[in-house]
């Protein structure tokens, strides 16, 4: 895609050169970068503008690359664009193919969709749990599903997870977001005496239900794998399975805490923090399996209340900043602050992105 078109080729280009700088501990290529990318903005904006521009699979790609250069490298354009605005293009060029659902069904027969609908869902639906602006966004991903479809706990290889689990999680994502709006008072303090209403309560519970579910159910390994021999194959089915059981649990964390309102020494949110370290030792240290967990990992740091854990996950999230990544950094710094200051991490959060 990026040969037959100047726009994504720079983009690539970009990304490139900004996370090798990061990786080798150097300066970015400034001015470089500026070079490639000058005419990444008025082009895209253009195509917004117009009905068959919007459309493209190139553009798309690039609206999304956007995203993610922003989110591992801020201002590597020399200007502060936050990654949600990148998305929310994303977005509207997804809307005028006739909206998520829509796209998601489509890809089923088009390998360059498939990829690029599995690539936005992961940043749209990390980025709402990431505690992002309310808006619409994962609204596009909360239908039901079929449950009883086994194709839904087959686990996708750029997801991290099944789509079932990212349909629970795009739920769990929009109800906690619309409460959040209403436990976090103007002054960023928790009201403790918030409750949820009886509707939300009931979505949350039913919610509870199935992702309780989702977690005994089978999953199947992705199809992409190419292992080595039976005992690379072992490993990697094993690891992929527990970042699977990771982001189930670091859901029902969030669930309890920020849409049922218990607090962190609750047992339920306790419980499912416990689950996250079970899941987490089944890793390997330094594997490209670990390089997906920063949100469980965020997740059960900042809630764990066992010092010898905070240890254990600060040092294997300290390990994960060597891959050049800044959202890594930023996420270590919210989970120490969450620590020092005693104080819930959506009450802190400004903008960091936990994948």
Not at 47 to 73: C, F, R, V, Y
Not at 90 to 118: C, E, N, P
Not at 170 to 190: F, N, S, Y
Not at 195 to 216: G, M, N, V, W
């Amino acid at each position: 895609m990026a040969l037959q078109d100047d726009n994504l080729l720079n983009l690539l280009l970009a990304y490139s050169a900004s996370h090798r700088a990061r990786l080798l501990r150097q300066s970015e290529p400034a001015i470089r970068i500026a070079l490639w990318v000058q005419d990444i903005f008025p082009n895209l904006r253009r195509a917004l503008d117009d009905p068959n521009q919007i459309l493209t699979n190139a553009n798309l790609a690039t609206a999304i690359m956007l995203a993610s250069l922003e989110i591992i490298s801020p201002k590597a354009f020399g200007v502060s664009v936050p990654w949600q605005n990148h998305l929310d293009t994303a977005r509207q060029m997804i809307t005028a193919r006739g909206g998520a659902q829509y796209v998601q069904t489509a890809s089923r027969g088009d390998k360059v969709m498939s990829f690029l609908w599995r690539w936005f869902a992961y940043l749209d639906v990390l980025g709402s749990l990431s505690g992002g602006k309310a808006n619409a966004s994962t609204l596009f991903w909360t239908s039901e599903g079929d449950g009883n479809n086994e194709d839904e706990y087959q686990i996708d290889c750029i997801l991290g997870f099944t789509r079932r689990c990212v349909r629970l999680l795009a739920l769990v994502a929009e109800l906690a977001r619309v409460c959040d709006t209403e436990r976090i008072g103007p002054d960023h303090e928790i009201i403790t005496t918030w409750k949820p209403s009886d509707y939300i309560a009931e979505r949350a519970h039913k919610l509870q239900k199935d992702l309780d579910a989702s977690i005994l159910h089978p999953s199947k390994p992705c199809t992409h794998m190419q292992s080595s021999g039976g005992a690379a194959y072992q490993w990697d089915s094993l690891e992929m399975t527990a970042i699977n059981e990771a982001f189930h649990y670091a859901g029902l964390v969030h669930l309890h805490k920020r849409i049922l309102g218990k607090g962190s020494k609750h047992p339920d949110v306790q419980n499912a923090v416990l689950e996250i370290f079970g899941a987490l030792n089944k890793v390997r240290r330094g594997s490209s399996a670990e390089a997906c967990l920063l949100f469980p990992m965020f997740t059960a740091g900042c809630d764990t209340r066992d010092e010898k854990k905070r240890i254990e996950i600060l040092d294997r999230i300290k390990s994960m900043e060597m891959v050049g990544m800044t959202q890594i950094h930023k996420a270590r710094n919210l989970m120490q602050k969450v620590w020092d200051t005693g104080k819930p991490w959506e009450t802190l959060v400004a903008g960091e992105f936990f994948g």
